[in-house]
């Protein structure tokens, strides 16, 4: 029998170990989260992973050996074999080789490329009998690109102009899609927002308004600390036009926001929000209001003339101006009987010329306004009280005949009343007479008038201080 | 004779013992699969003309050494899963090879690798030289690019022989790496006649 040889038996442990670790090895580059090849000098595949085999469902049989050139459209492969030949060409030589390139992935429904992100290093081994090795690592970034793509769109249709400048002044490559449309501009990337934003505003600036642009394009660079003061100097409102005419041009109100590392603004994002038609309505808003406060005014202004030209100036009372306008439509009320009765009182201050001949115009006056600030006291809201002419009197009532006649004699009996004493001692003292009647639907306010006419004719001929109507009273 | 003649004969001896070798390890080869997928109609062919050493045969290798102080072999199996269940169908006892495991073909590659070593150590302990084997392991294929072919200093001499092994609509690859580190003792392989094997070979029989 033999004597079991502890060396071997060692060795036998050791690879053991070695087999299990090499296993492991393996499992994990097999459940790597992504493609892992390994390709030979003419691009056969030799070792590729399960991330692959199932990514293109065919068996790892059948892929070892075959050219990784058909996985990808003819061009996509140029572009491939370019980076490989960068990763192994003399002259080009490098140790990664870092690039983003479609896959045709048979899965592909659209039949689109996959977008992914490749990894490539070499793999270098003394034997030489599969050529250079270059190992493949490839990431899918399709749900990244399909992340990114609806940003993008959140970002692109928003309403802002929103985009970023780097240290000299340069637009990035991201904007949204309103930048152009608020700029009137097409591509942007890479223009000086100099030239595209303030240029067109830079003439109707003022020199702390240039100083705040100068601001904004050296501010990329300098510490974050520093943006909060030099913010405040930055231009916040700005016309843009690029027209000739004000009605072409935009207002932008402007915000900053520093986009720092390590505490140096490294980028400036700017957004703009289009303004144009607020400050458009505020301004209509104003003009509105001003025409409006002028149109008051001018209001005002008719009213005091109308006024001034249907008021009396000694009495207080409405002229014979103001008597066709009221009088037509108090009397259509009554004709469609939406006031049931109208009737009138004229009255007329007995003997005043005798006032006038004995006392002067100037007492005549003061009777004059006594006598008729009397017929304003004893008129209630709705009577219409007129000064005829003269000494006369009207008063118009959307009321009946016997109402009309009470405030004709109150009129009477308080005229009556009434003692106006002058400096020299003499007592002024008046009566006053009355016609009162009732307006008969289909009556013009002549004949109307005319009536009431007749019974003060009636009452100055029964002796004055009286009134007379055609009902008993 | 001079010189060159005793180098150049020694030379060709040499050559006809690392044939000797080879051809023993071929055979080893060939009649264990035999054995084990129970098929002598086993095609062997020699690899083409672009085949390098180095290169890549397939997914997986299987490899075990068998050593002693005069020579030192390594006996590889190269093979890919799908075509190595074909031509072992009747060892994994079903002719649906669609539900053998993977496991249970690297194990029973590396069984096979077991069975070569264990009758190349027969065929040397014929000449009278000991060898000892190691165990056999497995892992991808893809390995073969760390081994080196290169021919090495007088002390090892490097002999490399792979071919093809087809049955039963499978295939298998079979190599071998001889190095020579005492080639004095071994000129007994020379023109070494292998014994026929009979079929109870290595059966234990219950009487």
């Excluded at chain 2, 004779?1 to 050559?15: G, Q, V």
């Excluded at chain 2, 080869?29 to 084990?36: G, V």
């Amino acid at each position: 029998m033999r004597t079991p040889n502890l060396d071997l038996q060692a060795s036998h442990k050791m690879l053991v170990m070695f087999e299990e670790a090499n296993a492991n090895t393996e499992m994990v580059i097999d459940q790597f989260p992504g493609i892992f090849l390994i390709l030979n000098s003419s691009h056969e595949i030799l070792r590729a992973n399960q991330e692959f085999v199932t990514l293109f469902n065919i068996d790892s049989d059948q892929i070892f050996r075959r050219s990784f050139a058909s996985f990808f459209r003819q061009k996509s492969w140029e572009i491939f074999e370019h980076n490989v030949n960068k990763l192994t060409a003399t002259e080009l030589r490098s140790d990664v080789v870092r690039f983003e390139l479609g896959m045709s992935v048979s899965e592909t429904p659209t039949g689109e490329d996959r977008p992914f992100h490749w990894i490539l290093t070499r793999h270098n081994v003394k034997n030489t009998g599969e050529g250079q090795l270059i190992t493949v690592y490839g990431n899918d970034m399709s749900e990244m690109r399909e992340t990114e793509k609806r940003l993008m769109e959140v970002f692109t249709s928003i309403p802002l102009g929103m985009f970023t400048v780097d240290k000299i002044g340069k637009i990035g490559p991201s904007y949204s899609s309103y930048l152009e449309t608020m700029l009137d501009c097409g591509k942007l990337s890479g223009r000086l927002i100099e030239d595209v934003l303030f240029k067109p505003a830079l003439a109707g600036m003022s020199a702390d308004e240039l100083a705040g642009v100068k601001g904004v394009l050296t501010c990329v660079g300098r510490a974050e600390l520093e943006f909060p003061d030099l913010e405040k100097t930055f231009p916040h409102e700005i016309f843009h036009n690029l027209k000739t005419d004000e009605s072409g041009g935009r207002w932008f109100k402007v915000s900053y926001h520093p986009i720092g590392n390590d505490g140096v603004i490294e980028q400036l994002l700017i957004i703009l929000e289009d303004r144009t038609e607020i400050v458009k309505a505020e301004r209509d808003i104003l003009q509105a209001a001003e025409e409006r406060e002028q149109a008051n005014i001018i209001q005002l202004q008719s009213k005091a003339v109308y006024e001034s030209a249907i008021r009396d100036p000694l009495t207080g009372l409405y002229t014979r101006l103001y008597l066709k306008d009221s009088l037509a439509a108090l009397l259509d009320s009554h004709e469609s009987n939406k006031v049931p009765e109208v009737s009138m009182v004229i009255f007329d201050i007995d003997h005043f010329k005798r006032v006038n001949d004995t006392y002067g115009h100037k007492h005549g006056d003061l009777v004059l306004a006594q006598v008729a600030a009397v017929v304003r006291k004893q008129s209630r809201g709705t009577d219409i009280p007129i000064r005829f002419g003269g000494e006369e009197f009207l008063v118009f009532f959307p009321a009946n005949i016997v109402a009309a006649f009470a405030m004709a004699e109150r009129v009477r009996k308080e005229v009556e009343g009434l003692v106006l004493e002058l400096d020299d001692k003499t007592v002024i003292k008046v009566t006053i007479s009355g016609g009162v009647t009732t307006h008969v639907r289909g009556e013009s306010l002549e004949d109307f008038m005319h009536r009431a006419d007749q019974f003060l004719y009636h009452a100055k001929e029964n002796g004055r201080n009286q009134n007379v109507s055609e009902i008993k009273v | 004779m001079d010189n060159n003649t005793t180098t150049n004969e020694a030379a060709e001896k040499l050559d006809v013992i690392k044939h000797s070798l080879a051809s023993l390890i071929r055979h080893a080869a060939i009649s264990r699969l035999e054995k084990i997928i129970d098929c002598t109609a086993i095609e062997v062919s020699d690899l083409g003309p672009d085949f390098v050493p180095g290169k890549i045969l397939a997914n997986h290798l299987a490899l075990i050494q068998i050593t002693s102080s005069l020579v030192r072999v390594t006996f590889k199996c190269h093979f890919n899963t799908d075509a190595a269940k074909k031509l072992g169908f009747r060892a994994f006892g079903s002719d649906n090879t669609k539900t053998v495991s993977e496991k249970a073909v690297l194990d029973f590659i590396k069984e096979y690798c077991n069975l070569v070593a264990g009758n190349v150590v027969m065929l040397f302990e014929g000449a009278a030289i000991d060898m000892g084997i190691g165990l056999p392991i497995c892992t991808r294929g893809f390995y073969e690019v760390f081994s080196n072919y290169e021919e090495m200093a007088a002390t090892s001499i490097i002999h490399v022989d792979f071919w093809r092994m087809r049955a039963n609509g499978g295939e298998i690859f079979g190599s071998a790496l001889i190095e020579i580190i005492d080639e004095k003792p071994l000129e007994c392989m020379i023109g070494y006649q292998i014994a026929e094997e009979s079929n109870s070979e290595g059966e234990i029989e219950f009487l």
